[in-house]
């Protein structure tokens, strides 16, 4: 569905690149995570890849579609939710979607029927200016889904949510995905790609340093960490260690060595750790 | 469809803005100023007050005179207030002037000292001769002054004689005329109509980018012409709302209201396309105000022209301005110079179609950044 070969970009078109010679694709019918820090270069991509951002340098190719040439028709396949809601403030939530709906030569959803899948039915005409932020990011979501797109971008789509809005959110996510949606999202929350995606890459400083599934990551650096509650100058201390890294074997050493014990056992590491274990860095 | 959906669209944005209302509200100021301030014509009739220093039958002979010549064809008697007091005054209107003849010296002193008129004392000697004294208020042009100069000095006859050997050709084949407050019409449609397009479809461009809305619409088949279309069209409505609002009260039928339309949608498609162009520049409207401040004043400038028939160089001409007052002067006018007005429209509307192609251009490359 998505094909990425050699994609760099410069915001300034000089030598350096926010995206840095980034290859990946993606299956029909795969949700596929994009995680990485702030500012790693997920919207960028992103951007890339729905055609708001042109491409300079490398080959992208999206629903059949070469991302150098765009043909009109693609907008008709493709949903993009983005990080930052943009509606119209003076419209209310339904006029938004019907006139969105308006805009695709395909046959569009019922912006009624989306509204009540986000919870905004009661909101319908309220204008999304008097809308909270969570409100707004509902209402910019469903609107992506609006042409039945069979290639969805999501960015962020949970970022900011309350947790049973966040949880919704995931169902629709998941059930898009059941009717053969294609997904392509980012997030700097590791949680949400571990519960929903089927492969991850992450991304740092504009490259992919690696691409494999939740379950293959963890089962290649799962296992391995070590959390230890320790009492050390009459405080409970808890901490994880790495049972591969040099460094936190060393540390785990010592702590046994020096100080009063209470529990410790080895525990499966979460996508956040292992990506801090690869990158080497934090996720924000 | 998809247009007039996104028209709708955006007239609906519009009618919830705080712009729309600004310009609704200019245009019924305009109007109350029309209807109820701005006199019909402003110069009015140059007044000066006479005394004949002169014994009653010379002065009998002299007005009879007067009312003899074609120059003064009205005589009436009113009232005016001159030092507290009524006064009976006759009063001689001459094509120019309104002439008061007063009934004292110190009358005369009086209007030119505290009423600032330009008086006049015509006294007569005992050799029968006349001699002039004026009171004028010092701001008076040189030209006039020569004028008073000439008339007095020169004899009656010879002047006369010099007026008639000259001849008089009227200028103007069209025998219509607007009256000065008609006359400022047209600089009253292009100001509300085409600057005011230029200032609004920039300020509703940049909220649009603020609010990011575009970027939803770029992931749409719909192509950014339609987008950007569709708000043209409404400071197009905008402009014929406004325009409509001052011209319907003040002109009722008299003006050709086809032509009328004509010329208001091709001006302001000119106009919005240039505004579109211009706010391509820019990624806010603060720093874009200047340039659309800069272009605002040039589009002003044929204005003076306008009213300043004597201040009328030809480079002046090359301001689309120009060319928007003279045609709706002429719409006003219904002088049924259709053929004018028509190619004035066909100029504004290609002018405002290769700025439309050039803003689309622009468009595709920036709207999304
Ligand atoms: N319009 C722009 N002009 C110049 N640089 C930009 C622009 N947008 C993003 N960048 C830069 O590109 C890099 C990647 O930004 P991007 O928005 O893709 O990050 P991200 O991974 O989506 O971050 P976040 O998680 O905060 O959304 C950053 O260094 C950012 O400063
Ligand atoms: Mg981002």
Redesign the pocket.
Known sequence: MIKVKNLY?S??KDDIY??KDVNFEVEEGEIFG?L????????????ILTGLLEIHKGQAEVAGYDMKNISKDMFNKIGMSF?QSNVYSKLTALENLKFYAKLFDVETRDPKDLLKLVGLEDKANMRAGEFSKGMKHRLTFVRSMINNPIMWFL??PT?GLDPSIAADIKNIIREKNKQGVTIFL???NMFIADELCHRVAF?V??EIKLIDSPRNLKLQYGDKMIEVDYIKDGENINDSFSTILNEDKKKLKEIIDNYEIQTMHSKEASLEEIFIKVTGRGLV | MKVFSGFLKELKLASRGFYFYIEIFMAVLILILFLFIVPDEFSAKGEEYVFLDMPKEAKDVYLKGLTGEDLLNQRKNVKIKIDGKDKNVDLYETEDSSLYFLESKEDIIYMADNKRKISLIIKMDEDHNLAYQYYLQGYESQKLKNLIRVLNLESAHLLQENMDSLEVRSISIDSKRLSDKENMLPSVLVFNGSLMGLFLIAAYIFLDRQEGVIKAYALTPSPVWQYLMSKIGVIVFISILSSMLVLLPVMGLKPDYLLLLVLLISTAFFSSALGLLIASFYDSLIQAFGTIYVFMIIMILPNMAYFLPSWSPTWIKIFPTYSMLQGFKSVILANGDAAYVLSVSAGFLLMGLIMFFLANLRYKKILF?
Do not use: M
């Open positions: 970009h915001y300034k926010q995206v994009f990485g820090p702030s500012g790693a270069g997920k919207t960028t991509v992103q951007n990080e960015d962020e970022t980012t997030s700097h991304i400083d504009g | 950044r």
